[in-house]
């Protein structure tokens, strides 16, 4: 039972990542590989405000949450915009390209030296059996599930939420309708920035970090979002927290270094071989 709460906390942050690459995937029918790396940035001019200049953990925490907006809408705007209605191939080694440039930033600015991230929200914790249970860590399954419930009840029950799935349907006919395409693609990338950096940041007061540890995230929040559909903000969360209890479970039974990740994709796998359009695959939500 220990392994499976602790499976269910990891897994928030799987599923936070996942959610917003997700949103992504339906808003622009691209895979955002630079989706980890823009909270990541974020993060870091966080740590670097909280670190360097005194500014209070919960307003850096926040100054992050706008960095990571302001660099997705930025990377949309002068960058997949240009390349996603001529062949999606391009504007995905776009993402990666940025990717790859955050990541080198990070490296020359911040260093690689191990960081840490104090909890935005203050700190308590309680134990369930040998289980520390942390503030960071609650909040990250709060936020986890809150951004999964409202951005799917956001898409399905309102009008904009039903503009992102016409633009994507039919570009043309959305646009003939007086649907502005571009727009609701630059908020859907502005939405999953924030989602990104919250999710980094909230990461990082739980473990250490350096600048390619949200890459390493990123991996298992694609595997989260391929898991449960790509088209279903419900399945990335869903994915998220299953992997996270699967990682857990097989930990607590083994010392086999690599096990987890080795179970992790044995797990995408069957399901992908089962149901290829994922666990919630042709969901809207």
């Not at 349907?169 to 007086?178: F, N, P, Q, V, Y």
């Not at 540890?213 to 990123?218: E, F, G, K, M, N």
Request: glycine fraction near 12%.
């Amino acid at each position: 039972m220990t392994a499976i709460i602790n499976g269910i906390l990891s897994g928030s942050a799987y599923a936070l990542i996942a959610v917003g690459f997700v949103m992504v995937y339906k808003g622009s029918r691209i895979f955002n590989l630079a989706h980890a790396e823009i909270g990541g940035f974020g993060l870091f001019i966080a740590w670097r405000l909280q670190q360097h200049h005194g500014v209070p953990v919960l307003i850096a925490f926040f100054i992050g949450i706008v960095v990571s907006t302001l660099v997705a809408i930025i990377v949309e705007r002068t960058l997949v915009r240009r390349l996603v209605d001529r062949t999606p191939l391009a504007a995905l080694a776009c993402t990666l390209g940025v990717a790859f440039v955050l990541a080198y930033y990070e490296f020359l600015q911040f260093g690689v030296n191990i960081k840490t991230f104090p909890p935005p929200f203050g700190t308590f914790s309680f134990n369930i059996g040998n289980l520390t249970v942390t503030s960071s860590r609650i909040m990250l399954f709060v936020f986890a599930g809150g951004t999964a419930i409202g951005l799917a009840a956001f898409l399905k029950g309102t009008r904009f939420g039903l503009e992102v799935t016409a633009a994507v349907s039919d570009k043309t006919l959305a646009r003939l309708s007086g649907i502005r395409v571009d727009r609701t693609r630059m908020f859907v990338w502005a939405l999953a920035g924030a989602t990104s950096g919250i999710a980094a940041m909230l990461i990082a007061s739980v473990n250490t970090f350096t600048p390619l540890s949200t890459t390493l995230v990123l991996i298992r929040g694609l595997t989260a979002a391929l898991l449960g559909g790509l088209t279903s903000i419900t399945g990335a969360f869903v994915g998220g927290i299953a992997i996270g209890v699967v990682e857990s479970v097989v930990v607590a039974h083994t010392t086999v270094l690599g096990a987890d990740y080795t179970a992790v994709f044995i797990v995408l796998l069957a399901a992908l071989l089962l149901r290829p359009q994922g666990i919630f695959g042709g969901s809207e939500a």
